[in-house]
């Protein structure tokens, strides 16, 4: 019913940039907070950065001052632009979601998943 689809990972030398993009498609009525998570290898999955319907954003204190989240509400968009990249910023990025899918009540949301999205900063 809901797709999330990220994009723009690849490898990159320490100290370049990367822009992410996440596209939500399906039946959906509204999305609420969005945000990206990361998780590199034999780590658990962390917080990068969230950014509500209004605008309001939120960042991990280790990408405060290199990543800037952005999205589109009316394209059902979102991005990550991180710039000064480091060798521990390698990751898999996943982008994640608040939905409420067409017919639903207001309050009957549900929390998405992309498949992420490769990122690899090289020293």
């Known amino acids: ?3 999330l689809v990220e994009s723009g990972g690849g490898l990159v030398q ?3 940039s990367l822009r992410l993009s996440c596209a939500a498609s399906g039946s ?3 999305i609420g907070a969005m945000g990206w998570y990361r998780q590199a290898p034999g780590k658990q999955r962390e917080l990068v950065a969230t950014v509500s319907r209004d605008g309001s954003t939120n960042y991990a204190d280790s990408v405060k001052g290199r990543f800037t989240i952005s ?3 009316a394209k059902n968009m979102m991005w990550l632009q991180m710039n000064s990249l480091k060798p521990e910023d390698t990751a898999v990025y996943y982008c994640n979601a608040d939905i409420r899918l067409l017919g639903r009540g207001p309050w009957d949301r549900s929390n998405y998943w992309g498949q992420g999205t490769q990122v690899t ?3």
Do not use: F
Request: hydrophobic share 40%.
């Open 28 to 30: 959906i009525a509204n």
């Open 14 to 16: 320490a100290g370049g």
């Open 1 to 3: 019913q809901v797709q």
């Open 121 to 123: 900063v090289s020293s």
């Open 71 to 73: 999205r589109d509400v």
